[in-house]
């Protein structure tokens, strides 16, 4: 059985933190490059940031480079990216994407809504 949970999405205010989880399970998780996306209403799935295997780690939105740190516990079969200093604009479901070759799995989201 493959899974993979996104957790720790909520309501937070314009400067605060938040940090998702992603639990993986029915996969050999640490072979696996794993990625943060996120997608707002009307918005195409756009990619926040990646981790690879071996560790190498690479962000696609600069706006987002020294705000949010992605991390993988491999003893834990867990994902996580820590979220700071957020923007009204980091509004969206974020879903974790695990994928190894043509083998690609994908969590249900957790919505993340930052909101005075």
């Known amino acids: 059985q493959l899974r993979l949970v996104e957790s720790g999405g909520g309501l937070v205010q314009p400067g605060g933190s938040l940090r998702l989880s992603c639990a993986a399970s029915g996969f050999t998780f640490s072979t696996y490059t794993m990625t943060w996306y996120r997608q707002a209403p009307g918005k195409e799935r756009e990619l926040v940031a990646r981790?690879?295997?071996?560790?190498?780690?690479?962000n696609y939105v600069d706006a987002m480079k020294g705000r949010f740190t992605i991390s993988r516990d491999n003893a834990k079969n867990t994902l996580y990216l820590q979220m700071n200093s957020l923007k009204p604009e980091d509004t969206a479901v974020y879903y974790c994407n695990a994928r190894m070759a043509l083998k690609e799995y994908w969590g249900q989201g957790t919505q993340v809504t930052v909101s005075s």
């Open positions: 981790i690879a295997s071996s560790g190498v780690i690479r």
